[in-house]
């Protein structure tokens, strides 16, 4: 398990490609969209990379769905749970003809703002594809 973490959060991965981008996606939050970002301020948070049977059947224990999902985010008092399966991205990305890593930001992007207490909806939809493009021109700008 790999631990990043600084004054405002507290990250765990097993994946540390995974990790090192979420920690760029908050920096981001707390710089652009701080409204979110407090909503998951001085939690920690735990992301995991599964299959797509262990996701599926996850998603069959918590949602009552018997389906494959990208991502699955779960948030207690202290604590944030994001699990994501990049088989799922991937297939995604092929499915709607976009770049795998700007999926995956999109995804992670989309499991914090669950995790900030925005319910599935057009608006988180909207949110999502806003803080998308916005971290997407600073992220190509700085870290490519």
Not at 37 to 52: A, D, H, M, R, V
Not at 58 to 78: A, P, S, W
Not at 101 to 127: G, T
Request: hydrophobic share 40%; aromatic share 16%; glycine share 0%.
């Amino acid at each position: 398990m790999f631990k990043k973490a600084n004054k405002d959060f507290l990250i765990y991965s097993n994946n540390k490609k995974i990790l090192e981008l979420v920690y760029k996606i908050l920096l981001f939050l707390k710089k652009d969209f701080f409204h979110i970002f407090k909503e998951i301020q001085n939690k920690s948070i735990y992301i995991e990379t599964l299959s797509k049977d262990k996701i599926k059947e996850l998603k069959r224990k918590y949602f009552n769905l018997d389906i494959y999902t990208d991502t699955i985010t779960l948030v207690y008092e202290d604590s944030i749970f994001i699990f994501i399966c990049l088989n799922v991205i991937y297939n995604n990305s092929k499915k709607y003809g976009t770049d795998y890593k700007q999926e995956l930001i999109r995804v992670l992007i989309h499991s914090l703002l669950h995790a900030a207490n925005f319910p599935e909806s057009n608006e988180i939809i909207k949110l999502q594809e806003e803080m998308l493009q916005d971290f997407l021109k600073i992220f190509l700008r700085y870290y490519i």
